[in-house]
T-cell receptor, first 112, second 113 residues
Framework: DQQVKQNSPSLSVQEGRISILNCDYT??????FLWYKKYPAEGPTFLIS?????DKNEDGRFTVFLNKSAKHLSLHIVPSQPGDSAVYFC???????????FGSGTKLNVKP | NAGVTQTPKFQVLKTGQSMTLQCAQD?????MSWYRQDPGMGLRLIHY???????DQGEVPNGYNVSRSTTEDFPLRLLSAAPSQTSVYFC????????????FGNGTRLTVT
């Protein structure tokens, strides 16, 4: 039973436009949420995170939004660039259990 | 700045063989973990450790053993490989304090025939 779900396996966006990646979770006790980016043949790299006590965190072109009542997390990339083409994983962490849970990933393709 | 180092990068095993996937980190991280990545399944937690001498099971621990004798190393052992263990394996570490992300190695691609 997946606790973190990414329902869109892929997303295609034009360069310069906004990319919105979505993530849903089932466990209301998660304390910390993260987004990772993964290129082929490499390990995932940390992108941005948000604590459960916040609803928005911004870092340059990347913004993460958290809607706790809907148990929904989203990552906005503005403007999108071809180098952003990768697989994006959302993840959630619960302090009491010391476990990170990952979604199945969304493959983003940014077209020049 | 090595970070998390995994060896080997690729491995082919026959069913029933055993092997150890190595993972080492040089960041003095307390928390280490192993994940497997399968198509459509994302990253699933196999085992994790919150410090030397302490290990615990994740979502998919069957068929795998771990130990944590030092802070730096967290090897993953396959005792009797099965085709269902064909996957890409990632080791990851973090300082273990609150709001610290995981740092991943570059993975080991394992094929069991």
């Amino acid at each position: 039973d997946q606790q973190v779900k990414q329902n869109s396996p892929s997303l295609s966006v034009q360069e310069g436009r906004i990319s919105i990646l979505n993530c849903d979770y089932t466990n209301s006790m998660f304390d910390y949420f993260l987004w990772y980016k993964k290129y082929p043949a490499e390990g995932p790299t940390f992108l941005i995170s948000i604590s459960s006590i916040k609803d928005k965190n911004e870092d340059g072109r990347f913004t993460v939004f958290l809607n706790k009542s809907a148990k929904h997390l989203s990552l906005h990339i503005v403007p999108s660039q071809p180098g952003d083409s990768a697989v994006y994983f959302c993840a959630a962490f619960q302090y009491n259990f010391n476990k990170f849970y990952f979604g199945s990933g969304t493959k983003l393709n940014v077209k020049p | 700045n090595a970070g998390v180092t995994q060896t080997p990068k690729f491995q082919v095993l026959k069913t029933g063989q055993s092997m150890t996937l190595q993972c080492a980190q040089d960041m003095n991280h307390e928390y280490m973990s192993w994940y497997r990545q399968d198509p459509g399944m994302g990253l699933r937690l196999i085992h994790y450790s919150v410090g030397a001498g302490i290990t615990d099971q994740g979502e998919v621990p069957n068929g795998y053993n771990v130990s944590r004798s030092t802070t730096e190393d967290f090897p993953l052992r396959l005792l009797s490989a099965a085709p269902s263990q064909t996957s890409v394996y990632f080791c990851a570490s973090s300082p273990g304090d609150s709001n610290s992300p995981l740092h991943f190695g570059n993975g080991t691609r394992l094929t069991v025939t």
